[in-house]
């Protein structure tokens, strides 16, 4: 889902490299340690979720769980060719839970049934930089909306491999990667990416990609990306965003996202079972919002056609850019067609800034599944966020996500609601 995209893994895959670069980021280098930054995200999450007398063993999952992630990013050594590292250290802290509540994928469970006290993970890459591009050696992040790491629960997951990203061309950004295994978010060894067990032949081969943005305008920009994951599938995706002033308080904006996806080689389609099925579909994605003042209206329409559902997980839990992909469900079962209406507001206008509000509505009909071509679904979200602007807690961020899913066909899963609250608190050393 990318219902969930931290600030953090967006400023580490920023971190050294700005896009839509003109003069030569190279030449302007300080060295090492002139130009290194060092911050401490701390979080804290309690996550419920009541499964709605769907017969389960486990009706319930209920844990807290505050996890530490600590970015290190040095600056570049002088001349031609700059050479740096990034240091990414993660410990995640069991505050609360029990064997019959675990299972919220905050932490790694043992074989009696019961989440882990704690667990930590990290890793390195070497950088290096000529001009305008970047080439990374190791554990990142990654954003691609072809190849993207998720952080929706207390730590993120890290990807290993090579990435490349290159700004020399004024208002493009191009970029590569070839990545071999993925950290899950709940687990602490590679190639864990949804397989149960240390070293399972099961989870990431090989995945390659390469795409790239251009900004024609401020206000217009298109991206195009290919992937191509071994043994599971080819994707190549597009997207057109283009955002409008239409007055001093008043906007629009429109954004379409499409994948083609099809299968490739042993046409797997999940990394934790030897599930195999042909896939050859396309999933797109239309929304458009108006914004008036503090008040911001949105409407989506969403659409999965042709052989099995649009897949993703193996190549990041993030790797699903559209529109109706949100708290629960991403409504992107084999020819399901959805809809969807969001209203948010911005507290700012009314005196009261940091302060936020969000409700939207998703339904989706037509999903073809195992026990009907015409399954059926909704959610609703609610959110509430603020964002303390000043003091010593300034940047502290407290939300709270509420999500109720229902579907009698057992679309996604069975009916369910769920339960988040956020506290999250930036602490910039260097």
């Known amino acids: ?30 060295g090492f340690i002139e130009d290194s930054t060092a911050s401490i995200l701390t979080r804290a999450l309690y996550f419920s979720r009541d499964r709605r007398n769907q017969g389960a063993e486990q009706s319930r999952i209920e844990e807290t769980g505050l996890g530490f992630h600590g970015l290190f990013s040095s600056g570049y050594t002088q ?4 050479v740096g590292v990034d240091v990414i250290g993660l410990l995640g802290v069991k505050l609360d839970s029990g064997k019959g509540r675990a299972g919220t994928g905050l932490f790694p469970e043992g074989s009696d049934g019961r989440s882990q006290d ?25 954003t691609a909306p072809v190849f993207a790491s998720d952080d929706s629960r207390l730590l993120p997951e890290l990807p290993q491999g090579v990435s490349i990203t290159s700004n020399e061309i004024k208002d493009l950004k191009l970029e590569a990667g070839h990545f071999t295994s993925i950290v899950a978010q709940d687990q ?3 190639d864990s990416i949804s397989s149960s067990e240390p070293g399972s032949s099961r989870g990431l081969r090989d995945a390659n990609f390469v795409g790239g ?8 920009t298109t991206s195009l990306y290919y992937s191509k994951v071994e043994d599971y599938w080819k994707k190549l995706y597009a997207n057109v965003n283009w955002t409008h002033a239409l007055s001093d308080d008043q906007s629009v904006a429109v954004d379409f996202n499409i994948y083609d996806t099809k299968s490739d080689g042993a046409g797997l389609v999940r990394a934790d079972k030897d599930s195999t099925t042909k896939l050859d579909n396309r999933a797109f994605s239309l929304q458009g919002a108006y914004t008036i003042g503090a008040h911001t209206f949105t409407l989506a329409a969403q659409k999965v056609s042709g052989d099995g559902q649009y897949g993703y997980g193996v190549d990041g ?7 109706n992909s949100i708290a629960r469900s991403d409504f992107n079962a084999e020819g399901e067609k959805s809809y969807q209406a969001r209203y948010d507001i911005n507290m700012a206008t009314f005196g009261i800034p940091g302060l936020s ?16 071509s015409n399954g059926k679904e909704w959610e609703r979200d609610i959110e509430a966020k603020y964002v303390i ?10 939300r709270v996500r509420q999500a109720t899913y229902r579907s009698s066909d057992q679309v996604y899963s069975g009916s369910l609601d769920e339960l988040r609250l956020i506290a999250q608190y930036p602490l910039n050393i260097l």
């Not at 667990?119 to 554990?139: C, E, M, Q, W």
């Not at 943005?213 to 217009?220: D, G, K, L, Q």
């Not at 509505?361 to 037509?366: A, D, Q």
């Open 389 to 398: 602007q000043s003091g010593p807690a300034k940047d502290l961020s407290l």
């Open 1 to 30: 889902m990318r219902v969930m995209k931290w600030s953090m893994i967006a400023l580490a895959v920023s971190a050294g490299t700005s896009q839509f670069a003109m003069a030569s980021a190279q030449d302007d280098s300080k």
């Open 213 to 220: 943005v251009y900004a024609w305008s401020p206000e217009f």
């Open 79 to 82: 001349g031609t060719i700059g």
């Open 357 to 372: 509000f969000m409700t939207r509505y998703v339904k989706g009909t037509g999903a073809n599944i195992a026990s009907t």
């Open 118 to 142: 704690d667990y930590s993970k990290g890793g390195a890459a070497v950088k290096f930089r000529i001009s305008n591009t970047v080439l990374k050696v190791g554990d990142q992040y990654t």
């Open 317 to 323: 839990g993030g790797t699903i850019f559209l529109a």
């Open 188 to 190: 602490t060894y590679k």
